[in-house]
């Protein structure tokens, strides 16, 4: 079950976060949108309705998550360059995925995906030295996250849930 849940594994940063590290997780949040259209675009309503796994979100729901999370995620990365360390908002992702909207085409969230990438990967690719240090507060369990880590979380976020779809595309023999 772990293996279905994490098939990339959990987000492991290194201890030293580099400039390369950085740079190559931008990379990555640059390219997802591309990658997880291609990927989707030839599924039909039976295939994006059907779980990546036994008790998991669909893969409609999978793609309408990465947009609400990496639209979060822009957001967080505005306010702890505007604020010292804010406390984010935090959200219930199975209730906002039990909303109408995630039956909504995919095609919605795939845009959106698009805009809000273009936008953070700008606004990150603008970021210089201490800038990556600047932190915010996740109030469900009181952390702080640095930004430097928060790029490299969201660049395995994408890949993780791009994993979720694409086993479940396998798994079903649709590649």
């Not at 594994?9 to 590290?21: K, L, V």
């Amino acid at each position: 079950m772990e293996k279905l849940k994490y098939p990339i594994g959990h987000f492991e940063c290194p201890n030293q976060i580099t400039e390369t590290h950085i740079n190559e997780w931008i990379v990555t949040l640059e390219e997802l949108p591309s990658r997880l259209e291609q990927l989707v675009k030839g599924l039909n309503d039976e295939q994006l309705n059907t779980p990546y796994r036994s008790g998991g979100w669909t893969i409609r729901q999978v793609v309408h998550h990465i947009s609400d999370s990496h639209h979060h995620s822009y957001i967080r990365f505005k306010w702890a360059m505007t604020e010292d360390s804010p406390v984010i908002k935090a959200y219930n992702e199975q209730a906002w995925a039990n909303q109408f909207d995630y039956d909504a085409p995919i095609a919605h969230s795939l845009l959106h995906i698009k805009a809000v990438h273009a936008k953070l990967v700008y606004f990150l690719k603008g970021l210089k030295g201490k800038d990556f240090e600047r932190t915010f507060i996740h109030p469900e369990t009181n952390d702080t996250v640095v930004l430097n880590w928060n790029i490299g979380n969201y660049a395995w976020h994408g890949n993780h849930h791009y994993a979720h779809i694409r086993n479940a595309m396998e798994q079903n023999g649709w590649l």
